[in-house]
């Protein structure tokens, strides 16, 4: 028992390639938005097929994401890392060469899937490998990545279009995953730590209608979403109700599970009676559906609506990242003694800054906008990225290590489901603003920023709330020990 509590002497360098790998798969969610217009042109393609890249690659990405986790803790998380990072540069390489839209709207619905199942193992990783205040630094590394993948993804993006040309430079896109792919298949297979192997029931061990019930609950939720850009939520409406059914069964079948002392797909003890778990799950979640969302706003209102290049438009959002990047270093080492209270401060300067982007849209003259959004943007970005780090540590910090997959599965799932929907609702709210002025964009980004402003309200009060009941019990200072204690 001892030697479990000796910290692995390369965990650090393990960390690098997940994170890594965490970046590239991540990035991918961002860096086709600026893309799409080169891909309609190289493939002769209509604007409603091509939206379906980015759709159906966050569809599937939400879909196996909680069924991926708990793979990872039950046949071991190094093991599925592999496997779906070997899918994941293959699925790249496939959507690169794509020769017509159809095949490549296939190659991302596999690719998603892929990134899906290699997600939760960094989280699950992270909580294996890395013990008390480490943790915490751990996660805020994480928290970077995932800050500054979203932002970045549009300066990449427009860099690699504006190299490549516009007729095939969206085919580099994906195929810059390849080679860093193999790199870290290279490098995962060295650093990464091994698991016994131990001979188990697949069918005992992996809930499997717990799986298919979740993933059509998510499906169904997320599809008709995702058609919201493209007019048709209207003919999928129906779906919303069959997704509140679907996951009540699941719910029901779980619990079902747990009582019967079968291993369920999500423990939902880990909501009701993991401290600050389903807090800290749904500030997650309300805050990715306004953080999100806002990348995609902001490139249809620089490249449709005023003109700009994929590299320009990518370039604006360039202050956002570097805040994010060093705020999220920053804040993961002060958790530990800080707590909660740094996701209620963060969250505070987070909607300062959106206010003052919507401002700005509105009063900046056109040819001048993207100069003056930088400094909003910074400080956005300075907030977002002291929220995404700290909530993860804080969210997980009681998870038990045999859970943690699953549990980073679960916490990444409501960030994808808030992704999509923040993403869908901003888009409408955009096209609506600027149709009630006349065309004004300036007016619909405003709109659109002020949807973000009210999302991240709402994250702020829940977080305000899970502050006021940590008041009752002391911030564990030695961040996660408890979760060692529980696994063993």
């Known amino acids: 028992m001892a030697n479990s509590e000796e910290p692995d002497p390369r965990r650090w360098r393990a960390l690098t390639v997940t994170l890594g790998v965490g970046f590239m798969t991540l990035l991918d969610v961002s860096i086709v938005n600026v893309a799409l217009p080169s891909m309609q042109t190289g493939l002769h393609a209509n604007a409603g097929a091509v939206q379906w890249v980015v759709s159906g690659y ?11 986790g708990r793979l990872g803790d039950a046949l071991g998380r190094r093991r599925i890392f592999m496997l779906a990072l070997t899918a ?55 928290g970077a990545t995932i800050g500054i993948s979203t932002a970045v993804g549009p300066v990449l993006g427009g860099l690699i279009i504006a190299a490549f040309g516009a007729e095939s430079g969206w085919r580099w896109v994906f195929y810059v995953n390849v080679p860093i792919g ?84 999500l423990d939902l003890r880990l909501f009701t009676s993991t401290r600050g778990f389903a807090s800290g799950a749904a500030v997650g979640a309300v805050y990715f559906a306004g953080f999100a969302g806002i990348f995609v706003v902001l490139a249809m209102f620089f490249q449709t609506g005023l003109g700009y290049t994929a590299l320009q438009s990518g370039l604006v959002v360039t202050s956002f990242a570097i805040g994010s990047a060093v705020s999220a270093a920053v804040s993961g080492r002060l958790v530990a003694k800080w707590g909660r209270r740094i996701t209620v401060a963060a969250l505070s300067v987070v909607a300062v800054g959106l206010v003052s982007c919507g401002v700005v849209a509105l009063i900046s003259p056109p040819d001048q906008v993207g100069l003056w959004l930088a400094i909003p943007l910074l400080i956005s970005g300075i907030g977002g990225g002291a929220v995404i780090s700290p909530n993860v540590t804080l969210t997980l910090e009681n998870v038990p290590t045999r859970m943690a997959g699953a549990a980073g599965g679960a916490l990444q ?25 006349d065309g004004r964009v300036a007016v619909g980004a405003a709109f659109a920023l002020g949807t973000a402003v009210l999302t991240t309200l709402i994250a702020l009060y829940l977080a305000i709330r899970e502050l006021r009941s940590r008041k009752t019990r002391p911030v564990d200072e030695n961040l996660s020990q408890r979760t060692v204690i529980s696994s063993q």
């Open 413 to 437: 799932t409501g960030q994808r489901i808030g992704t999509a929907t923040g993403a869908a609702v901003m888009v409408a709210m955009y096209h609506a603003g600027a149709n009630a002025a």
């Open 58 to 68: 966050a569809l599937t990405f939400g879909l196996v994401l909680v069924a991926g």
């Open 182 to 265: 193999i790199v870290a298949l290279i490098l995962a297979a060295r650093v990464l730590p091994k698991t016994e192997r131990r001979k188990i029931d697949v069918r005992s061990e992996i809930d499997f209608v717990g799986a298919a019930l979740l993933g059509l609950a998510v499906v169904s939720l997320l599809f008709p979403v995702v058609q919201v850009e493209s007019g048709k939520l209207g003919e999928w409406w129906w779906l919303f109700p069959i997704a509140v059914l679907l996951g009540y069964l699941f719910i029901r079948w779980e619990k079902r599970a747990v009582e019967r002392g079968r291993a369920p797909l």
């Open 88 to 142: 994941f540069v293959l699925t790249s390489a496939l959507a690169g060469a794509a020769p017509s839209i159809e095949l490549l709207i296939i190659a991302r619905l596999l690719q998603g899937a892929a990134a899906g199942l290699l997600t939760p193992q960094s989280s699950g990783l992270i909580q294996s490998m890395f013990r008390g205040a480490e943790r915490g630094k751990a996660f805020g590394m994480m």
